[in-house]
């Protein structure tokens, strides 16, 4: 069974940092591009980032582009999403997640990241508020 577990969320400032934190089990972690998605008060599910089963190539949004940073511990199968500069329209649940297929990513499609980004965990939620 697939288990994605995120922590890391919380209240900060805007201009604060976080670290969110993605622990996966039940599956070959290694061999599934990874997916960060939020979903804001109100508005539906947003793909945020993407890292493949290549450490190297990593996708973002272009609203969190130059600001956040997706990466992955495959020794550790966890996923991790650094969030600096952060803005109060970046207040919501933060939810990781595995993509349908093995060593398969979808390059800049970003629709097709959100798409194929069916198994999520249960989120943690970021509050960026003075």
């Known amino acids: 069974e697939v288990q994605l577990v995120e922590s890391g969320g919380g209240l900060v400032q805007p201009g604060g940092s976080l670290r969110l934190s993605c622990a996966a089990s039940g599956f070959i972690f290694n061999n599934y591009a990874m997916s960060w998605l939020r979903q804001a008060p109100g508005k539906g599910l947003e793909w945020v980032s993407g890292?493949?089963?290549?450490?190297?190539?990593?996708h973002y949004a272009d609203s969190v582009k130059g600001r956040f940073t997706i990466s992955r511990d495959n020794a550790k199968n966890t996923l991790y999403l650094q969030l600096n500069s952060l803005q109060t329209a970046d207040t919501a649940i933060y939810y990781c997640a595995k993509l349908t297929d093995p060593f398969t990513s979808y390059g800049a499609r970003y629709d097709m990241w959100l798409q194929a980004s069916k198994d999520r965990g249960q989120g943690t939620q970021v509050t960026v508020s003075s």
């Open positions: 890292v493949g089963v290549d450490v190297s190539i990593t």
